[in-house]
Protein backbone atom coordinates (compact mmCIF):
# COMPACT_ATOMS: atom_id res chain seq x y z
CA UNK A 1 0.00 0.00 0.00
CA UNK A 2 1.19 3.51 -1.01
CA UNK A 3 1.46 6.77 1.05
CA UNK A 4 -1.26 8.83 1.65
CA UNK A 5 -1.19 11.74 0.26
CA UNK A 6 -3.05 13.55 2.49
CA UNK A 7 -2.07 11.81 5.99
CA UNK A 8 -4.35 12.24 8.89
CA UNK A 9 -3.51 13.09 12.49
CA UNK A 10 -5.44 11.08 15.04
CA UNK A 11 -4.92 11.05 19.32
CA UNK A 12 -5.63 8.39 21.58
CA UNK A 13 -5.50 10.57 24.44
CA UNK A 14 -6.00 7.89 27.13
CA UNK A 15 -3.68 5.12 25.91
CA UNK A 16 -3.60 2.79 28.36
CA UNK A 17 -2.59 -0.84 27.45
CA UNK A 18 -2.74 0.22 24.04
CA UNK A 19 -5.89 -1.93 22.67
CA UNK A 20 -7.77 1.01 20.94
CA UNK A 21 -4.76 2.40 19.57
CA UNK A 22 -3.56 -1.14 18.20
CA UNK A 23 -7.09 -1.34 16.81
CA UNK A 24 -7.10 2.16 15.30
CA UNK A 25 -3.62 1.45 13.41
CA UNK A 26 -4.61 -1.33 11.66
CA UNK A 27 -6.88 0.66 9.94
CA UNK A 28 -5.09 3.54 9.41
CA UNK A 29 -3.51 3.96 5.83
CA UNK A 30 0.28 4.58 5.30
CA UNK A 31 1.21 7.63 6.38
CA UNK A 32 -1.26 8.34 8.44
CA UNK A 33 0.38 9.28 12.14
CA UNK A 34 -1.38 7.87 15.76
CA UNK A 35 -0.41 9.89 18.94
CA UNK A 36 -0.73 7.99 21.87
CA UNK A 37 -1.00 9.66 25.22
CA UNK A 38 -0.98 8.91 28.72
CA UNK A 39 -0.19 10.66 32.34
CA UNK A 40 0.70 6.80 33.75
CA UNK A 41 4.76 6.83 32.29
CA UNK A 42 3.84 2.69 33.13
CA UNK A 43 1.28 2.33 30.57
CA UNK A 44 2.90 4.47 28.11
CA UNK A 45 5.89 2.07 28.33
CA UNK A 46 3.65 -0.94 27.98
CA UNK A 47 1.99 -0.07 25.16
CA UNK A 48 4.74 1.38 23.44
CA UNK A 49 6.63 -2.20 23.50
CA UNK A 50 2.97 -3.47 22.13
CA UNK A 51 2.72 -1.13 19.26
CA UNK A 52 6.62 -1.26 18.27
CA UNK A 53 5.98 -2.33 14.91
CA UNK A 54 4.45 1.00 14.13
CA UNK A 55 7.11 3.40 15.31
CA UNK A 56 10.49 4.61 14.32
CA UNK A 57 9.26 4.29 10.39
CA UNK A 58 9.02 6.78 7.84
CA UNK A 59 5.62 6.47 6.76
CA UNK A 60 5.85 4.74 3.28
CA UNK A 61 4.56 1.82 4.14
CA UNK A 62 2.53 1.78 7.33
CA UNK A 63 1.22 4.35 9.53
CA UNK A 64 3.46 5.97 12.58
CA UNK A 65 2.42 6.04 15.95
CA UNK A 66 4.23 8.37 18.15
CA UNK A 67 4.24 7.68 22.70
CA UNK A 68 3.30 10.82 24.12
CA UNK A 69 3.86 10.93 28.09
CA UNK A 70 1.55 14.18 29.30
CA UNK A 71 -2.27 14.34 30.89
CA UNK A 72 -4.46 14.62 28.09
CA UNK A 73 -5.04 18.15 29.52
CA UNK A 74 -1.80 19.91 28.51
CA UNK A 75 -1.82 18.67 24.64
CA UNK A 76 -1.70 21.82 22.97
CA UNK A 77 1.42 22.54 24.52
CA UNK A 78 2.87 19.21 24.54
CA UNK A 79 2.46 18.58 21.09
CA UNK A 80 4.66 22.36 20.19
CA UNK A 81 7.24 20.73 20.89
CA UNK A 82 6.70 17.19 19.00
CA UNK A 83 7.58 17.19 15.25
CA UNK A 84 5.78 15.20 12.96
CA UNK A 85 7.82 12.34 11.79
CA UNK A 86 7.34 13.23 7.62
CA UNK A 87 7.85 16.64 8.60
CA UNK A 88 10.52 17.38 10.95
CA UNK A 89 10.34 21.32 10.90
CA UNK A 90 6.67 21.28 11.65
CA UNK A 91 5.23 20.66 15.01
CA UNK A 92 1.88 18.57 15.40
CA UNK A 93 0.22 21.62 16.64
CA UNK A 94 0.48 23.02 13.31
CA UNK A 95 -1.06 20.67 11.64
CA UNK A 96 -3.82 19.96 14.12
CA UNK A 97 -5.49 16.13 14.43
CA UNK A 98 -8.71 14.71 12.26
CA UNK A 99 -10.23 13.15 15.40
CA UNK A 100 -9.65 12.91 19.58
CA UNK A 101 -10.23 9.49 21.10
CA UNK A 102 -11.11 9.24 25.03
CA UNK A 103 -11.79 6.62 27.12
CA UNK A 104 -12.24 7.93 30.57
CA UNK A 105 -11.64 6.52 33.85
CA UNK A 106 -8.84 3.78 34.76
CA UNK A 107 -7.51 1.96 32.67
CA UNK A 108 -7.78 -2.31 32.83
CA UNK A 109 -4.04 -2.09 32.78
CA UNK A 110 -3.95 -0.21 36.18
CA UNK A 111 -6.85 -2.06 37.86
CA UNK A 112 -4.63 -5.39 37.16
CA UNK A 113 -1.52 -4.00 38.84
CA UNK A 114 -2.45 -4.22 42.89
CA UNK A 115 0.75 -1.85 43.44
CA UNK A 116 -1.35 0.39 42.22
CA UNK A 117 -4.13 0.65 44.66
CA UNK A 118 -7.14 1.22 41.94
CA UNK A 119 -8.42 -2.22 43.01
CA UNK A 120 -10.70 -3.09 46.00
CA UNK A 121 -10.02 -7.01 45.02
CA UNK A 122 -6.58 -7.05 45.22
CA UNK A 123 -4.25 -5.95 48.77
CA UNK A 124 -1.80 -2.77 47.35
CA UNK A 125 -1.10 0.85 48.79
CA UNK A 126 -3.64 2.97 49.03
CA UNK A 127 -2.20 5.45 46.54
CA UNK A 128 -4.47 5.57 42.97
CA UNK A 129 -2.62 8.41 41.49
CA UNK A 130 -2.52 7.81 37.60
CA UNK A 131 0.69 9.35 37.38
CA UNK A 132 3.77 8.56 40.03
CA UNK A 133 6.14 10.61 38.46
CA UNK A 134 6.81 14.64 38.66
CA UNK A 135 3.42 15.72 36.20
CA UNK A 136 1.55 14.17 38.78
CA UNK A 137 0.57 16.45 42.05
CA UNK A 138 1.59 14.07 44.57
CA UNK A 139 -1.81 13.51 46.49
CA UNK A 140 -2.44 9.70 47.34
CA UNK A 141 -5.86 8.29 48.14
CA UNK A 142 -4.48 7.19 51.85
CA UNK A 143 -3.98 11.04 52.21
CA UNK A 144 -7.39 11.70 51.22
CA UNK A 145 -8.48 9.31 54.21
CA UNK A 146 -5.92 10.09 56.53
CA UNK A 147 -6.36 13.64 56.65
CA UNK A 148 -9.61 15.30 55.02
CA UNK A 149 -12.47 15.70 57.04
CA UNK A 150 -16.06 13.68 57.62
CA UNK A 151 -17.79 16.26 56.04
CA UNK A 152 -15.27 16.72 52.74
CA UNK A 153 -15.17 12.77 52.87
CA UNK A 154 -18.76 12.50 52.86
CA UNK A 155 -18.70 15.41 49.98
CA UNK A 156 -16.71 13.61 47.33
CA UNK A 157 -18.57 9.76 48.43
CA UNK A 158 -22.03 12.33 47.35
CA UNK A 159 -20.46 14.41 44.46
CA UNK A 160 -18.32 11.60 42.52
CA UNK A 161 -19.80 8.44 43.61
CA UNK A 162 -23.66 9.47 43.86
CA UNK A 163 -22.88 7.38 47.03
CA UNK A 164 -26.63 6.82 49.48
CA UNK A 165 -24.23 5.77 52.61
CA UNK A 166 -22.04 8.84 52.20
CA UNK A 167 -22.38 9.38 56.40
CA UNK A 168 -21.80 6.54 57.48
CA UNK A 169 -18.83 5.84 55.30
CA UNK A 170 -17.11 8.59 55.47
CA UNK A 171 -17.47 8.43 60.07
CA UNK A 172 -15.90 4.76 59.30
CA UNK A 173 -13.11 6.11 57.50
CA UNK A 174 -12.62 8.67 60.04
CA UNK A 175 -12.73 5.62 63.00
CA UNK A 176 -10.34 3.42 61.39
CA UNK A 177 -7.42 6.01 60.88
CA UNK A 178 -4.75 5.35 59.34
CA UNK A 179 -5.40 3.45 56.65
CA UNK A 180 -2.71 2.76 54.50
CA UNK A 181 -3.75 -0.09 52.14
CA UNK A 182 -6.48 -1.20 50.05
CA UNK A 183 -7.84 -3.71 52.37
CA UNK A 184 -8.15 -1.21 55.32
CA UNK A 185 -10.22 0.88 53.38
CA UNK A 186 -12.43 -1.95 52.28
CA UNK A 187 -12.61 -3.35 55.79
CA UNK A 188 -13.90 0.21 56.77
CA UNK A 189 -16.73 0.55 54.29
CA UNK A 190 -17.40 -3.59 55.08
CA UNK A 191 -17.89 -2.06 58.73
CA UNK A 192 -21.03 -0.45 58.24
CA UNK A 193 -22.28 -2.10 54.98
CA UNK A 194 -23.95 -5.15 54.51
CA UNK A 195 -22.08 -7.77 52.03
CA UNK A 196 -25.70 -7.88 50.09
CA UNK A 197 -28.58 -5.62 50.16
CA UNK A 198 -32.14 -6.70 49.84
CA UNK A 199 -33.29 -3.46 48.73
CA UNK A 200 -30.98 -3.71 45.44
CA UNK A 201 -27.57 -4.77 44.12
CA UNK A 202 -26.51 -1.26 44.07
CA UNK A 203 -26.50 -1.06 48.12
CA UNK A 204 -24.78 -4.29 48.39
CA UNK A 205 -21.01 -3.73 49.80
CA UNK A 206 -18.79 -4.87 46.17
CA UNK A 207 -21.35 -2.05 44.09
CA UNK A 208 -20.79 0.46 47.43
CA UNK A 209 -17.13 -0.14 47.23
CA UNK A 210 -16.71 0.60 43.77
CA UNK A 211 -18.23 3.72 44.48
CA UNK A 212 -16.00 4.78 46.75
CA UNK A 213 -12.60 3.69 45.11
CA UNK A 214 -14.15 5.82 42.24
CA UNK A 215 -14.55 8.80 44.28
CA UNK A 216 -11.35 8.89 45.90
CA UNK A 217 -9.66 8.22 42.41
CA UNK A 218 -11.55 11.26 40.83
CA UNK A 219 -10.25 13.28 43.54
CA UNK A 220 -6.75 12.49 43.94
CA UNK A 221 -6.21 12.70 40.05
CA UNK A 222 -8.50 15.83 39.42
CA UNK A 223 -10.43 13.57 37.25
CA UNK A 224 -13.35 16.75 36.84
CA UNK A 225 -10.96 20.02 36.29
CA UNK A 226 -9.18 17.91 33.67
CA UNK A 227 -11.65 16.38 31.83
CA UNK A 228 -13.38 20.29 31.77
CA UNK A 229 -10.48 21.81 30.42
CA UNK A 230 -9.38 18.63 27.74
CA UNK A 231 -13.38 19.52 26.44
CA UNK A 232 -13.66 23.10 26.57
CA UNK A 233 -9.84 24.29 25.87
CA UNK A 234 -7.89 21.26 24.13
CA UNK A 235 -10.19 19.45 21.75
CA UNK A 236 -12.25 22.68 19.39
CA UNK A 237 -8.57 24.01 19.84
CA UNK A 238 -6.68 20.73 18.18
CA UNK A 239 -9.37 18.86 15.98
CA UNK A 240 -9.81 20.33 12.09
CA UNK A 241 -13.37 20.98 10.90
CA UNK A 242 -14.84 17.75 9.92
CA UNK A 243 -13.05 15.75 12.52
CA UNK A 244 -14.17 13.73 15.12
CA UNK A 245 -14.20 13.58 19.41
CA UNK A 246 -15.39 10.09 20.28
CA UNK A 247 -15.77 10.07 24.18
CA UNK A 248 -16.15 6.83 26.07
CA UNK A 249 -17.24 7.57 29.85
CA UNK A 250 -18.42 5.49 33.06
CA UNK A 251 -19.80 7.97 34.99
CA UNK A 252 -22.43 10.11 35.19
CA UNK A 253 -20.26 13.41 35.94
CA UNK A 254 -18.02 12.06 33.03
CA UNK A 255 -20.86 11.32 30.48
CA UNK A 256 -22.81 14.53 31.70
CA UNK A 257 -19.36 16.90 31.06
CA UNK A 258 -19.69 15.30 27.47
CA UNK A 259 -23.01 15.87 26.32
CA UNK A 260 -23.24 19.32 27.59
CA UNK A 261 -19.88 19.82 24.99
CA UNK A 262 -21.40 18.22 22.71
CA UNK A 263 -24.52 19.36 22.79
CA UNK A 264 -24.28 23.60 23.89
CA UNK A 265 -20.41 23.70 22.94
CA UNK A 266 -19.25 24.49 26.68
CA UNK A 267 -19.30 22.75 29.77
CA UNK A 268 -20.12 25.78 31.80
CA UNK A 269 -23.23 28.27 31.79
CA UNK A 270 -24.84 28.12 28.32
CA UNK A 271 -24.80 31.82 26.33
CA UNK A 272 -27.78 32.96 25.88
CA UNK A 273 -28.40 32.66 22.07
CA UNK A 274 -30.53 34.72 19.68
CA UNK A 275 -32.99 33.85 17.23
CA UNK A 276 -34.33 34.83 14.27
CA UNK A 277 -38.13 34.89 13.11
CA UNK A 278 -38.09 31.89 12.42
CA UNK A 279 -37.00 30.21 15.76
CA UNK A 280 -33.30 29.91 14.13
CA UNK A 281 -30.48 30.34 16.26
CA UNK A 282 -28.15 33.60 14.89
CA UNK A 283 -24.68 33.90 15.91
CA UNK A 284 -21.20 31.69 15.37
CA UNK A 285 -21.84 27.84 15.12
CA UNK A 286 -21.48 25.71 17.92
CA UNK A 287 -17.89 23.41 17.95
CA UNK A 288 -19.72 20.83 17.47
CA UNK A 289 -22.22 18.61 16.01
CA UNK A 290 -24.04 15.45 17.70
CA UNK A 291 -23.39 12.76 14.80
CA UNK A 292 -25.60 10.24 16.77
CA UNK A 293 -27.66 9.78 20.12
CA UNK A 294 -25.62 8.11 23.14
CA UNK A 295 -24.40 4.44 22.53
CA UNK A 296 -24.18 2.03 25.65
CA UNK A 297 -22.55 -1.80 25.29
CA UNK A 298 -24.38 -4.49 23.84
CA UNK A 299 -25.03 -7.65 25.89
CA UNK A 300 -22.29 -9.33 23.09
CA UNK A 301 -19.74 -6.65 24.35
CA UNK A 302 -20.16 -7.12 27.36
CA UNK A 303 -19.78 -10.53 27.38
CA UNK A 304 -16.51 -9.94 26.29
CA UNK A 305 -15.50 -7.45 28.73
CA UNK A 306 -17.68 -7.07 32.06
CA UNK A 307 -15.92 -3.63 32.60
CA UNK A 308 -17.68 -2.45 29.58
CA UNK A 309 -21.23 -2.56 31.28
CA UNK A 310 -21.09 0.89 32.61
CA UNK A 311 -19.74 2.40 29.51
CA UNK A 312 -21.56 5.22 27.80
CA UNK A 313 -20.00 6.23 23.57
CA UNK A 314 -21.00 9.87 22.45
CA UNK A 315 -19.62 11.58 19.28
CA UNK A 316 -19.18 14.65 17.63
CA UNK A 317 -17.88 16.09 14.88
CA UNK A 318 -16.10 19.56 14.18
CA UNK A 319 -17.89 22.38 12.84
Keep these: MEANHNP ?13 SSALLERLEPGDLLLGCDVDSDALSTASQRLEFYQNHDGSTKPNFVPVLSNFCDLVSKLDEISHPSYPDQSISQFGVDGILLDLGVSSHQIDTAERGFAFLQDGPLDMRMSQTAIGNGLTAADLCNEWSESELKRILRQYGDEPRCRVIAQSIIENRPLESTQDLVKSVAAVVPKFSKQSRRK ?3 ATLARVFQSLRIVVNREDEVLKKMLNEVCPRLVRPGGRLVVMSYHSMEDRLTKRIMRDGTTGPVPAYKKDIYGNEVGPPKPWKIVHKRRKASDEEVALNSRARSATLRVAERN
Design 8 to 20: RIFVDGTLGGGGH
Design 204 to 206: GLN
